[in-house]
């Protein structure tokens, strides 16, 4: 490693005499350009953590702890500490995507622009077919679904459904309509019919249970019915996904995702996320929110047979933090259009600022459910 390199992160590692967030600030420009000429480089980290093991500085430093404009900073270094670094991808597109008139803005531009990256990061990695956008006549967000595509053969997959799960109820089969997985299917042939990506995603767990419910803890009978039924799911899941290669391309890249267990103050994090997404949005986008967090937290406490666990919803949680991710960037946007000014949510009188946390929290949860914080 060059001398020069040595000396920056030497220097970028040692207490400023002054303890000022200016001074700090100062010393993190110095690593961010050492971050984008070595990248993922063994012998940046070898020497990085070498001047972490010195112990320059302290993760008790008040300036990171209780300031917001610090969040990232603190969390990324205290990950070389602990010996598990933030997420290589978050941490390059951080050192290379932010452009030098944001550096050069100070620390508080740097931590909005942070957050941008983290909500885009969380949108790649939760994709949905589907749009969100600000309504400008009600000042609320909205998803705007794919147009469906092939619109009989949509129908006639429905219809199947329909039929079977017709069948299913009108025996002794184990389903009734109070069942979660009957209900879910009756949002799919109601609510759901002219939205590809819901559909699929809502399909998608509905066979999955069935299955497990058929195949491994025989919790209903496997009957000539129950099967029916299956098979009608699982040819509604490949005819959305063969007629919207968007949707196709979506489950691609959820099937390499995998959410952690929820922790008690991240279901804290979600309840109190829930009236301030149902107060910013319209009436279908607030009907989901209302329906998947309580879900996404219920699926996430109940004890599981095995032992194993529990994990939130792959569907309720994709929604939810894709949404949450999109709703973040174009929030963003709004305030810096009104010049930061405080801005009121009619229905509840909630401030700017108070979404804007409410959203940069759910993006950061969603990250971490996902393993990049």
């Not at 500490?81 to 991808?89: A, M, V």
């Not at 622009?113 to 006549?137: C, D, G, Q, Y």
């Not at 939130?312 to 949680?317: E, L, M, T, Y």
Request: with cysteine; glycine share 6%; charged share 25%.
């Amino acid at each position: 490693m060059h001398l020069s390199l040595s000396i920056l992160l030497e220097r970028s590692f040692q207490a400023p005499e002054d303890n000022s967030s200016i001074a700090i600030f100062e010393r993190i420009l110095d690593l961010a350009e050492v971050i984008k000429a070595y990248g993922r480089g063994f012998s940046f980290r070898r020497a990085f953590v070498t001047c972490l093991l010195r112990g320059r500085w302290t993760t008790k430093n008040q300036v990171f702890e209780n300031n917001e404009t610090w969040r990232f900073w603190h969390a990324w270094y205290q990950g070389f500490l602990d010996g598990k670094p933030l997420d290589w991808e978050l941490q390059r597109r951080v050192a290379t995507e932010i452009p030098d008139a944001i550096w050069n803005a100070g620390p508080e531009a740097v931590a909005q622009e942070i957050e941008r990256i983290k909500a885009e990061m969380l949108s790649e990695k939760l994709p949905m077919a589907e749009t969100i956008e600000l309504n400008p006549e009600t000042g609320k967000f909205r998803a705007i679904p794919i147009p469906v595509e092939n619109a009989p053969y949509m129908s006639a997959l429905l219809s199947q459904i329909s039929d079977a799960l017709e069948d299913c109820l009108g025996g002794h089969n184990g389903l009734s309509d109070r069942s979660g997985d009957v209900k879910k299917l009756d949002r799919v042939l109601t609510k759901y019919r002219d939205d590809p990506q819901k559909a699929e995603l809502t399909l998608t767990r509905v066979a999955g249970s069935l299955r497990a419910q058929l195949h491994d803890s025989r919790e209903l009978p496997d009957n000539e019915d129950n099967l029916a039924l299956l098979n009608a799911v699982e040819e509604g899941v490949r005819g959305i996904r063969a007629n919207h290669p968007e949707v196709a391309a979506n489950r691609e890249q959820l099937a390499q995702q995998a959410f952690k267990a929820l922790a008690p103050e991240d279901k804290q994090v979600l309840e109190a996320a829930l009236p301030v997404l149902t107060a910013i949005s319209e009436a279908e986008l607030a009907e989901d929110f209302a329906r998947d967090i309580p879900e996404l937290i219920n699926d996430a406490v109940m004890p599981l047979p095995d032992g194993a666990p529990p994990l939130p919803g792959a569907d309720a949680a994709t929604r939810v933090f894709s949404r949450s991710s999109q709703m973040a960037q174009l929030w963003e946007k709004l305030d810096a259009a009104h010049d930061g000014k405080v801005h009121r949510i009619a229905t509840m009188g909630l401030a700017a600022y108070a979404v804007s946390e409410m959203l940069v929290k759910l993006v950061s949860l969603g990250l971490r459910l996902l393993g990049v914080l």
